[in-house]
């Protein structure tokens, strides 16, 4: 069965230094790897997504995220914090053989000023 | 403006009355999707649509109905709604596998 583990509850990072928001994956077919963000009263944000080609994509806001196969890993990054990117991450894949969708459990990130 | 719709957006209500939440979408999409969000749990699909009359179940489909009778709605059905589906639920639609989220719909079941 398909699975996304986001291992960390909760990430504190100080304003200007890198953050990484880790994510593992599971699925029996190729996967389509997403992240988006939940800001407070906003809803949910699509940021980027993973779907084929180069492993190092680009997204909203100045974040990326690296597709590792071997590790079965997308994590998210970005390479200096602000303290408005404090919000709730989720990670997300699609299983191509089948098109559901299945969420990670989040990530909530602090940006400390 | 390209918007996600979702009707209402808090509702309280009793054990067993049937309640709809609508769904709506102006930008054309084929594949739409309804969550529920609970903490500690994240988002979990309920049930998925790609396409008009194609509906198929999510991760936790059980106690919800849907339907797809044309392309821009897809209303959730809570036919006997228990306090355990007390939640958050959220609609999206998606094109190239971006999902565009509604608002969200507060429910409780008392």
């Known amino acids: 069965a398909q699975s996304v583990a986001q291992p960390e509850d909760q990430v504190n990072v100080a304003e200007g230094n890198p953050l990484t928001v880790k994510c593992t994956y599971s699925v029996s077919g190729n996967p389509y790897l997403f992240w988006y963000v939940q800001y407070p009263n906003r809803g949910l944000q699509f940021l980027l997504k993973?779907?084929?080609?180069?492993?190092l994509v680009k997204g909203s806001y100045g974040f990326e995220a690296e597709f590792n196969k071997s590790q079965t890993s997308f994590h998210l990054k970005k390479p200096s914090a602000l303290v408005s990117d404090s919000a709730l991450y989720f990670c997300?894949?699609?299983?191509?053989?089948?098109?559901?969708?299945?969420f990670g459990k989040g990530t909530r990130l602090h940006i400390l000023p | 403006e390209a918007q996600v719709t979702q009707n209402p957006r808090y509702l309280i209500t009793v054990t067993g009355k049937k309640l709809t939440v609508t769904c709506s979408q102006n930008?054309?999409?084929?594949?739409m999707s309804w969550y529920r969000q609970d903490p500690g749990l994240g988002l979990r699909q309920i049930y998925y649509?790609?396409?008009?009359?194609?509906?198929d179940k999510g991760d936790v489909p059980e106690g919800y109905k849907v339907s797809r009778k044309e392309k821009r709605n897809f209303p959730l059905i809570l036919e006997s709604p228990s306090p355990n589906q007390t939640s958050l639920y959220f609609c999206a639609s998606s094109k190239n596998n971006e999902q565009f989220f509604g608002p969200g719909t507060r429910l409780t079941v008392l």
């Open positions: 993973y779907i084929t080609g180069d492993n």
């Open positions: 930008m054309n999409h084929e594949y």
């Open positions: 649509s790609m396409n008009v009359e194609v509906t």
């Open positions: 997300a894949v699609r299983d191509t053989r089948d098109d559901k969708i299945i």
